[in-house]
């Protein structure tokens, strides 16, 4: 059972750093190590829950207790993933889909996963990066206009 603990501990201490820190973390560089970290976890999740379910069927032992453990640390880790991902999308201020959870990118009209109409923020024009002015600007205005 030794292995089945320091998978447990393995991810209490990652729920632990990205949990706490989630609401105050900006840096998507950090997100993105935190998204990673997690995903890590999550598959290694699935993968002792395999190893389980082998041990199991070897050994007629009854592992289920623990692979109900595993189920809900592995929905805790998703859920924690999937607010670091919307925090990301967030800060790429990418438009997520209300239907599928898809992300779109900005000014998307219509979900690129499952085709549903998009709710874009009417604002945009307030929050134009450089490159965005540049391109609205070549798209709406003729050459000499611009000079
Ligand atoms: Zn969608």
Do not use: W
Not at 54 to 72: L, P, Q, V
């Amino acid at each position: 059972m030794g292995i089945f603990e320091d998978v447990m501990l393995n991810a209490k201490t990652v729920v632990g750093t990205v949990g706490k820190k989630a609401g105050e973390i900006v840096d998507v560089s950090k997100l993105k190590l935190a998204a990673a970290d997690l995903k890590g976890e999550i598959s290694q999740k699935y993968q002792f829950l395999g190893r389980l379910a082998f041990e199991e069927m070897t050994t007629g032992k009854d592992y289920s207790k623990n692979k109900e453990e595993i189920a809900d640390k592995i929905k805790e880790l998703k859920a924690h993933l999937e607010s670091i991902n919307d925090m990301i999308a967030a800060s790429k201020k990418k438009i997520k889909c209300e239907c599928c959870g898809a992300y779109n990118a900005k000014g998307a009209v219509f979900c690129n996963n499952c085709g549903e109409k998009l709710l874009n923020n009417q604002d945009e024009t307030d929050h134009m990066s450089p490159d965005d002015v540049i391109d609205f600007a070549e798209d709406n205005f003729a050459d000499d206009e611009l000079l």
